[in-house]
């Protein structure tokens, strides 16, 4: 049976993003290049300019990922979009596995994660901080983790493409704003004097949950992304 839906509600979209937007990496990198911009004396003003740049740009990258990929998949004829659906769902509810696999056994096995090799370049462009260093810091955090820790990035695009028009670009460009919110909050917590070991504590002390929360969430849509591709559910 061919796909027929619409498009998922909003609150589908905030709550996707919410729970992604608790990313470690893009956090981590964050904290290391503030603490690198204060260690060396400049002025909360310059960290909030070069924090600021750095956002944007991990905005645009992932925003503009999302476009390409929606684009691509809204092309696909809908017999072909069936059958990705189904592919797409079941690699989905993988992946959330994993990610609940990681809230009991953190560390053993196979992990959705940066690849060291990766993570060591992530923290050695996080120590350049000049303006051309951390907007390709940004565009670089981003083009790593989408295929890493992108999953719930790509249920929603999924979902948006089998309905692919002005409100669903709308929805996308939602999803990136929610999704880079926990970054500016962390910029605007230093520049206040929130100290960054404490927020480096609360993203150590909240990563086993936002596994799991991502991990339930995953196998969610991935079942939904199912029924939908076999015609069993419509989204209104």
């Known amino acids: 049976m061919a796909v027929e839906a619409y498009l998922p509600t909003i609150l589908t979209v905030v709550t996707t993003a919410a729970i992604d937007s608790i990313n470690p990496c893009a ?3 964050l904290i290391l290049m503030v603490s690198v911009i204060l260690g060396s ?5 310059h960290m ?20 390409g990929l929606l684009f691509f998949l809204a092309s696909l004829p809908l017999a072909l979009t069936e059958y990705l659906s189904i592919s797409v769902g079941i690699i989905i509810i993988l992946a959330g596995l994993l990610e609940i696999k990681d ?13 060291v090799y990766f993570s060591k370049k992530l923290h050695g462009l996080a ?11 940004g565009a670089f955090v981003s083009a790593v983790e ?3 820790t992108g999953a719930p990035y790509l249920a929603i695009i999924t979902l948006l493409s089998q309905y692919f028009d002005f409100t669903a670009l709308m929805l996308l460009i939602l999803y990136n704003i929610i999704f880079v919110l ?29 596994r799991l929360l991502i991990g339930l969430l ?17 989204f209104g």
């Open 41 to 45: 004396g400049k002025s909360i003003k």
């Open 48 to 67: 909030l300019l070069l924090g600021g740049l750095y956002v944007f740009s991990v905005f645009v990258v992932y925003l503009l990922a999302g476009f």
């Open 103 to 115: 809230f009991f056994w953190y560390g053993r096995g196979f992990s959705l994660a940066i690849p």
């Open 27 to 29: 956090i981590g990198v």
């Open 182 to 210: 926990p970054l500016i909050v962390i910029l605007f917590l230093v520049a206040s004097g929130k100290k960054l070991q404490e927020i480096k504590k609360w993203k150590q002390d909240t990563r086993g949950v936002m």
């Open 127 to 137: 120590s350049k901080t000049t303006i051309p260093g951390v907007i390709l810091l």
């Open 218 to 234: 995953l196998i969610a849509m991935g079942w939904l992304l199912m029924l939908i591709a076999n015609g069993t559910i419509n």
């Open 146 to 148: 989408l295929p890493c």
